[in-house]
């Protein structure tokens, strides 16, 4: 029976490939991506040393979920001066003069290109979902009593207490749950756990409906219905006018 190392090291061993490419030789690293992709860094002789770089990789990922070139230069600007690292072509790059520091330039432009990436995608849609909110507020406020409505609204679930977005309370006394989500693995996992959490108190009777105004992927959705009405932003006020009258 193999050991625990045994186990890690086999688990571990895809991180350990170096590949030569035309961008130089290309190591895969334990960093990720908020797609989850692995961080990808590129090492390139240079006179008497290496240049290192990122390819582009943190501006790229950043660039798919949101298409903010101020912002993503301003995430990349951040990690230039805390691994004290160069920019160039939005690549982040460290030159290092033998290969007694090469370790530990790879690991420094890896973690910068996964915390810059990360960094920008966070902001990006923290703006989205704070858009996207203000949004229900106008609706709901347009078409349920005023006094019906509170915001922030925290409810006790099977393992912890939630806070949602919106709650508003239907005629017979239940409760309704709003939550906005945004097509993003972090939102839509957060939203998941927050309403799954609820399904099975009894005590509580509750509508949730998870409020979206992009596409959401496929995937996303099948998750988020197990636990919870998806509704298009524009049909909120539809839905809220029929659930009022049920």
Same mark, same amino acid.
């Given at each position: 029976?193999?050991?625990?190392?045994?186990?890690?090291?086999?688990?571990?061993?895809?991180?350990?490939?170096?590949?030569?490419?035309?961008?130089?030789?290309?190591?895969?690293?334990?960093?990720?991506?908020?797609?989850?992709?692995?961080?990808?860094?590129?090492?390139?002789?240079?006179?008497?040393?290496?240049?290192?770089?990122?390819?582009?990789?943190?501006?790229?990922?950043?660039?798919?979920?949101?298409?903010?070139?101020?912002?993503?230069?301003?995430?990349?600007?951040?990690?230039?001066?805390?691994?004290?690292?160069?920019?160039?072509?939005?690549?982040?790059?460290?030159?290092?003069?033998?290969?007694?520091?090469?370790?530990?330039?790879?690991?420094?432009?890896?973690?910068?290109?996964?915390?810059?990436?990360?960094?920008?995608?966070?902001?990006?849609?923290?703006?989205?979902?704070?858009?996207?909110?203000?949004?229900?507020?106008?609706?709901?406020?347009?078409?349920?009593?005023?006094?019906?409505?509170?915001?922030?609204?925290?409810?006790?679930?099977?393992?912890?207490?939630?806070?949602?977005?919106?709650?508003?309370?239907?005629?017979?006394?239940?409760?309704?749950?709003?939550?906005?989500?945004?097509?993003?693995?972090?939102?839509?996992?957060?939203?998941? $756990?927050?309403?799954?959490?609820?399904?099975?108190?009894?005590? $509580?009777?509750?509508?949730?409906?998870?409020?979206?105004?992009?596409?959401?992927?496929?995937?996303?959705?099948?998750?988020?219905?197990?636990?919870?009405?998806? $509704?298009?932003?524009?049909?909120?006020?539809?839905?809220?006018?029929?659930?009022?009258?049920?």
């Amino acid at each position: 029976m193999s050991n625990a190392c045994d186990d890690i090291r086999a688990a571990l061993s895809a991180f350990e490939m170096c590949t030569e490419t035309e961008h130089g030789s290309r190591v895969t690293t334990h960093c990720l991506y908020p797609s989850f992709d692995p961080v990808n860094v590129f090492v390139v002789r240079f006179g008497g040393g290496f240049r290192v770089h990122d390819g582009g990789g943190a501006a790229r990922s950043a660039w798919t979920h949101g298409r903010d070139d101020n912002l993503i230069s301003r995430m990349l600007t951040k990690q230039v001066q805390l691994y004290r690292l160069q920019l160039s072509n939005n690549a982040l790059t460290v030159e290092v003069r033998s290969v007694d520091w090469l370790g530990s330039a790879i690991l420094a432009v890896a973690n910068a290109s996964a915390a810059a990436a990360h960094a920008a995608v966070d902001r990006m849609m923290t703006a989205t979902e704070t858009v996207l909110k203000d949004k229900i507020l106008r609706v709901l406020k347009e078409t349920v009593p005023p006094t019906t409505i509170a915001v922030d609204y925290e409810v006790a679930g099977q393992s912890k207490r939630h806070k949602f977005d919106f709650a508003v309370t239907e005629f017979d006394g239940s409760m309704l749950l709003l939550n906005e989500v945004a097509p993003h693995h972090i939102s839509v996992s957060s939203k998941y $756990v927050a309403f799954s959490d609820l399904v099975h108190r009894e005590d $509580v009777r509750t509508d949730r409906w998870a409020v979206h105004d992009k596409g959401l992927d496929p995937s996303d959705v099948s998750l988020l219905l197990q636990v919870a009405e998806i $509704v298009p932003m524009q049909a909120l006020s539809g839905g809220l006018k029929r659930l009022m009258l049920q």
